[in-house]
């Protein structure tokens, strides 16, 4: 349940992630800081809650951390799944293209 919350957030920006404007790791920092700093109502964002902390330091950037040994699994499972996600777009994105769509156009003298 909380994959797919995590998913349905993710599909919003998959032409942002295709196109490199953002990764689905940095996806996924932004995605628990909403949901930690949110009130939780579904159950799935109450064991986000119990079970992450999201650290950031003077630079911007992020940690997160399971609190439990079973917050340390859905922290990995969380940031696997973003690495699969952005891989399954990548080569989906790929599929139609052809090796000439990659050649630089310019010619050298």
Not at 30 to 50: L, M, Q
Not at 73 to 86: C, D, I, M, P, Q
Not at 90 to 107: Q, V
């Amino acid at each position: 349940m909380i994959l797919k919350e995590f998913s349905k957030y993710l599909q919003q920006y998959n032409d942002e992630i295709t196109t490199n404007k953002t990764s689905a790791t940095k996806l996924l920092c932004e995605w628990i800081k909403y949901v930690i700093n949110k009130n939780p109502k579904k159950h799935a964002d109450k064991i986000v809650h119990k079970e992450i902390m999201l650290a950031q330091n003077t630079q911007g950037e992020f940690l997160i951390v399971g609190k439990s040994e079973s917050g340390r699994v859905l922290v990995n499972a969380l940031y696997k799944f973003a690495l699969s996600y952005e891989n399954f777009l990548m080569s989906r994105w790929l599929e139609n293209k052809k090796p000439s769509d990659f050649n630089d156009n310019k010619k050298s003298n």
